[in-house]
């Protein structure tokens, strides 16, 4: 079943945001082709991606500078870990998420 992260119209090309959906903080990161979702957290150390920059598509931890493609999730220095993708979707103006049972999520 999926969620509700938020509405389309709320989150501009070139920005991101931090949702809570379910009890699962997320980070949706809107470019230029589109909307990406991930889990709001670094691979690294666990502090929220939301909380760091996005420049183009370059999304930048804000503790340990680690570097993410915002397009594909995968780092971009240093090459692993990678940001944990969920499926998401564009349905009638709303960012939706298909979360996995709770808990699940990498």
């Not at 938020?6 to 997320?26: I, K, Q, S, T």
């Not at 920059?53 to 493609?69: A, E, K, M, N, P």
């Not at 499926?87 to 998420?97: D, K, L, Q, T």
Request: overall charge negative.
């Amino acid at each position: 079943m999926a969620d509700v992260a938020l509405a389309e119209a709320d989150l501009w090309v070139g920005e991101m945001r931090g949702v809570v959906v379910r009890g699962e903080p997320l980070v949706v990161v809107r470019g230029e082709g589109g909307v990406c979702v991930y889990r709001d957290r670094c691979p690294h150390q666990g502090y929220p991606m939301s909380e760091g920059t996005l420049q183009g598509h370059v999304l930048t931890c804000r503790v340990h500078s680690h570097t993410f493609d915002a397009t594909t999730g995968e780092g971009i220095n240093p090459p692993r870990p990678c940001l944990s993708q969920v499926p998401s979707r564009i349905e009638n103006g709303m960012v939706m998420v298909d979360l996995p049972a709770k808990g699940a999520l990498p």
